[in-house]
C-alpha cells in the first residue's frame, strides 16, 4: 500500500506533515486564515510525540489555536482580519515557521521560529512590494470580485462530452 510507503518516510509524524502539507496548499492559494488552523493542528498533534515538552512551546502552541480558531471562524463567517490578528498569524504560524519548530529539538524552538518567521516576513514582503504578488489572503474578495462571483455563469464540456452549467457562487447548477 503507498500508506505504508508514506509512513516508512514519515514515521509517525505523517499526519503532522499531512496537515502541514494541506496549509501549505492552501496557504498558496489564498485562504491563509485556515491554513493558521490546520498549521497549529498540527503542531499540537506533533506535541503528542515528545516526552517532554517545555512550557514555552505548550503556551505557543495553545496561543495559535487561539488564533487559529479565530482565523477559521473569521474565514467562516467571511470577515476579514486585522494587523493584530495578521502579523503574528504570519511571522509565527504560517507554514514555515510552524514546520521549522517541529522540525527542530523543543530546546531550540525559540531560534527556528525566529528565523522561519523572519525569512516569511521579509519574503512576503519582497513579493508583495517588489513584484506585486499576494503571497497571503486575509479577508474577503474585493466588492467587484464578488458581485462578479454572485451574479456569473459559464457553461463548459465536461470530460463526457456533456455541457455543463456552473454558477460560479455555488457550483454546480442541476
Known amino acids: ?36 488552523f490546520t498549521n497549529v493542528i498540527a503542531l499540537n498533534v506533533s506535541f503528542l510525540s515528545l516526552d517532554q515538552v517545555p512550557r514555552s512551546l505548550v503556551w505557543y502552541g495553545d496561543i495559535g489555536l487561539l488564533l487559529g480558531l479565530y482565523g477559521m471562524a473569521a474565514y467562516l463567517l467571511n470577515v476579514k482580519t486585522s494587523k ?15 514546520a521549522a519548530v517541529i522540525l527542530v529539538s523543543p530546546g531550540d524552538w525559540w531560534t527556528a521560529l525566529l528565523v522561519a518567521g523572519l525569512v516569511n516576513f521579509v519574503a ?22 464578488s458581485r462578479f462571483i454572485k451574479s456569473e455563469t459559464m457553461e463548459y464540456i465536461d470530460p463526457m462530452g456533456v455541457r455543463q452549467k456552473v454558477d460560479l457562487e455555488i457550483g454546480f447548477d442541476p
Do not use: C, Q
Not at 12 to 32: D, Q, R, T, W
Not at 137 to 145: C, E, F, L, T, Y
Open 124 to 145: 512576503g514582503e519582497v513579493f508583495e512590494s517588489g513584484f506585486d504578488v499576494a503571497v497571503v489572503h486575509w479577508g474577503p474578495r474585493p466588492g467587484p470580485v
Open 1 to 36: 500500500m503507498l500508506i505504508d510507503a508514506l509512513v516508512r518516510v514519515f514515521g509517525a509524524n505523517l499526519p503532522v506533515f499531512a496537515l502541514l502539507f494541506v496549509g501549505i496548499a492552501v496557504e498558496k492559494y489564498y485562504v491563509s486564515r485556515v491554513t493558521v
Open 84 to 98: 493584530v490578528y495578521n502579523i503574528p498569524a504570519f511571522t509565527m504560524y504560517a507554514s514555515l515557521p510552524v
